[in-house]
């Protein structure tokens, strides 16, 4: 689990101002999912999972995810933002021991 | 000389009882954050009654876009995406976006929240899915109407395993 945090974001390869952009993001991460013990009962420990992404563009919030150990390994979020202004767009992935990931992109018109 | 035993204690003593209180709010903060989890082990009736309340729920299906393999071979990895048609402008917005997946054990997978900078309410991500059934999505807009739509997975290997 070297890799844990390594974060990916994907932008179309041309944007014009004023498109909507999808983008596609990834991160690195075990979502570690419910244990139990031999006689069934769910373990009470503090799993290591991720339970919030945040995705800000010219200092604005444009997409959030509260998100809980349903989510997949290593998983990917999609979502769209309206481009106005060239930019950096920003995704933190926040994960409940206090592991915080970021991941950059910048946005640019061709 | 007493004057200065006084004053030490009184410094000790109220050094104590800051500390006290700096414990109490620091055992309190995560106990809090614990009962407004989003995630719990719970069936799905649970989960939407604890979210939603009473609020009627429309059906969405002319709107809501709930996009879903029919048959995930592995419920480890399973894509969804969800798109609303809406103008996304500040008066009329989607707010949140909510995927269920009623037999999983922890059954609200995430929720979305989004504002009008998003341009167009189309997000997407990768779930677990722990046996065949349905997985909802429910959509609550600016003005407080809540969509739901739902669609059968079967999925040939649970992700969710415990």
Redesign the interface.
């Known amino acids: 689990m070297a890799d844990i945090g390594k974060v990916r974001v994907r932008l179309p390869s041309s944007i014009k101002p004023g498109d909507i952009v999808r983008v596609r993001s990834l991160v690195i991460h075990p979502m570690e999912r419910i244990e139990r013990d031999s006689k069934g009962k769910i373990i009470d420990k503090k799993y290591l999972y991720i339970d919030r992404v945040v995705a800000t563009y010219l200092g604005k919030t444009v997409a959030a995810f509260d998100t809980t150990q349903s989510v997949s390994e290593n998983p990917t979020f999609v979502f769209t933002f309206r481009a106005t202004d060239p930019g950096t767009l920003t995704i933190t992935f926040h994960d409940t021991h206090g592991g915080k990931y970021e991941g950059t992109a910048d946005v640019k018109f061709a | 000389m007493n004057d200065h035993s006084i004053s030490r204690r009184l410094v000790i003593t109220t050094l104590g009882a800051l500390g006290l209180a700096g414990a109490g709010g620091l055992t309190l903060a995560p106990r809090r954050a614990h009962a407004q989890?989003?995630?719990q082990?719970e069936t799905v009736d649970e989960a939407l009654k604890r979210i939603f309340g009473a609020r009627p729920m429309k059906d969405g299906s002319g709107v809501v876009k709930l996009d879903l393999p029919l048959i995930a071979e592995n419920g480890?990895?399973?894509?969804v995406?969800v798109d609303v048609a809406s103008p996304m402008t500040a008066a009329n917005h989607v707010k949140a976006i909510y995927v269920v997946?009623d037999k999983?054990?922890?059954?609200?997978?995430?929720?979305?929240?989004?504002?009008p900078?998003?341009?167009?309410?189309?997000?997407?991500?990768?779930?677990?899915l722990g046996e065949t059934g349905d997985v909802r999505a429910i959509v609550e807009q600016s003005d407080g109407t809540l969509l739901a739509v739902k669609r059968e997975v079967k999925v040939t290997v649970g992700?969710?395993?415990?």
Do not use: D, K, Y
């Not at chain 2, 999983?104 to 504002?115: A, K, S, Y």
């Open positions: 989890q989003l995630g082990h480890a990895v399973v894509p995406s997946a999983n054990r922890i059954p609200v997978v995430f929720r979305t929240t989004l504002g900078e998003a341009g167009q309410a189309a997000i997407g991500a990768t779930i677990r992700g969710c395993g415990g």
